[in-house]
């Protein structure tokens, strides 16, 4: 797998982020976003990984 270690502009982490549900469970999430988001919304991707939010992939995407 190849990673990237430059980026356009400044990302932004949110460490923990709860999605609400429409049964009213909450998923928790990290967000990675430019730091410009705020002012320029951009597209998400969501992956989905059960009981993963901490594991080795996650780790590796921090960097």
């Known amino acids: 797998m190849k990673g990237v270690e430059e980026f356009p502009e400044t990302v932004r ?3 923990n982020l709860w999605i609400p549900m429409r049964d ?3 998923l928790a999430a ?5 730091a410009s988001a705020d002012d320029h919304p951009v597209p998400a991707i969501i992956e989905y990984m059960p009981y993963r939010k901490r594991d ?7 960097r």
């Open 24 to 26: 009213g469970v909450h």
């Open 56 to 62: 080795l992939p996650a780790c590796a995407m921090s």
């Open 13 to 15: 982490t949110i460490e």
């Open 30 to 34: 990290r967000l990675w976003l430019p």
